[in-house]
Each structure stands twice: as C-alpha cells, then as structure tokens.
T-cell receptor
Framework: DQQVKQNSPSLSVQEGRISILNCDYT??????FLWYKKYPAEGPTFLIS?????DKNEDGRFTVFLNKSAKHLSLHIVPSQPGDSAVYFC??????????????FGKGTKLTVNP | DSGVTQTPKHLITATGQRVTLRCSPR?????VYWYQQSLDQGLQFLIQ???????AKGNILERFSAQQFPDLHSELNLSSLELGDSALYFC??????????????FGSGTQLSVL
C-alpha cells in the first residue's frame, strides 16, 4: 500500500520557469513532510520540510505547500535551473506504536530543467 | 559528501548466497537507517538503530538482519538471496532518533545484483 504517492514519474521544464512537483498521501497520521533530492550515483539529500501545523514553508527558490484537507503537498522551484535536474522524493513521517518514528518515501519524480 | 560511507559500492552474487553491507555513519550521529530502493520503487524503510539498539522496524524480511556495533557502524546482512533482492541499498544517519525534526544524511548506496 503506497501511503505516499508521486503520480508523475517525470517532469520537464525550461530554465527560468517554475517547476511544480506534486505529492499525495493517504495516512492522516502523518505530521511532518519532507522533500529529498537525489542526483545520479549519490544518496538523497534533504531539501526542505514542513510541519502539519503549517501550510507553507519557503527556503530561497524552494517553497513547499501543504493542503491537509486534500492530503496533498507540492514543491515549487522558482526559477528553475539546470542544476535542479534530479529525482525528487516526497516523504512523510508519523509516530507509530511504541514511539518509533518512520519516514515513508514516494517513488520519486525525475525533474529535467532544459537550458 | 554526506559523511556517510557505504561499502561496497557494487556487489554481484548468486541466488541463495549471503552478503553483508557495511555503513559508517557521520561522526557524531547515533542513528543509522537502512533503506531499499528496488527498480521503480521508492525508498523502502527497512530498519533503524540508535546507539546500538533497534529503534524502528519497517518492511524488513526475515532473511535480512542488521546490527549496530559499539563504534556505531552498522551492517545489513542479507541471506538466502533471491533475484528480487536486487536493489540499491542506502544507509542514512542522523544525530538523534527522530526522522522529522532531523535531517537524514544518506550514503551513496550499495548496488546489489543477484544473478
């Protein structure tokens, strides 16, 4: 059961334009959401996060929006740069029985920014 | 460079065999996490250790086991290997036990091919 879904396997945008990556989740217990970026032959690296008590978090060119009622979040990159070309993973965390906290990842969206 | 070291980078073996993947966390990090990324799948959480103790468990098969040693390095043991175990195995580390309030730092992964 895929609790975190990234329905677009790939996205292509022009340099300077906005990139919008989407993510949907099913588990209402998720209370924290994160985006990780992955370049080929490297491990994922943390990009930006948002708590469930907020609806927006901004860090430079990157903004994450959370719509709890729709169980949907999105990552906006403005303006997009060729160096942003990577696979972007959406992730969500919840505290489970026993107090453990687990991070659940989506399958990723491959972003290509064309010069 | 995330500071997390995984060895080996590539591993080719046959069905039925046993392999050990090794991970050295960032200096000062007490938590180690193991993730599996199969073809066309997201990052699947396997297991987390914190300061030598198992902290959280995900979809880890009974044929798989892990441990964290006193020097905080971790090993993931995969036995009775099947073709479907072929995947990229990532190790990540963090300072504390949480995954939402802390960034995870990922190694570059071990690519396991079972033939």
């Amino acid at each position: 059961d895929q609790q975190v879904k990234q329905n677009s396997p790939s996205l292509s945008v022009q340099e300077g334009r906005i990139s919008i990556l989407n993510c949907d989740y099913t588990n209402s217990m998720f209370d924290y959401f994160l985006w990780y970026k992955k370049y080929p032959a490297e491990g994922p690296t943390f990009l930006i996060s948002i708590s469930s008590i907020k609806d927006k978090n901004e860090d430079g060119r990157f903004t994450v929006f959370l719509n709890k009622s729709a169980k949907h979040l999105s990552l906006h990159i403005v303006p997009s740069q060729p160096g942003d070309s990577a696979v972007y993973f959406c992730a969500a965390s919840a505290i489970y029985a026993g107090g453990s906290e687990k991070l659940v990842f989506g399958k990723g969206t491959k972003l290509t920014v064309n010069p | 460079d995330s500071g997390v070291t995984q060895t080996p980078k590539h591993l080719i073996t046959a069905t039925g065999q046993r392999v050990t993947l090794r991970c050295s966390p960032r200096s000062g990090d007490l938590s180690v996490y193991w993730y599996q990324q199969s073809l066309d799948q997201g990052l699947q959480f396997l297991i987390q250790y914190y300061n030598g103790e198992e902290r959280a468990k995900g979809n880890i098969l009974e044929r798989f086991s892990a441990q964290q040693f006193p020097d905080l390095h971790s090993e993931l043991n995969l036995s009775s290997l099947e073709l479907g175990d072929s995947a990229l195995y990532f190790c990540a580390s963090s300072v504390g036990v949480g995954v939402s309030n802390e960034k995870l730092f990922f190694g570059s992964g071990t690519q396991l091919s079972v033939l």
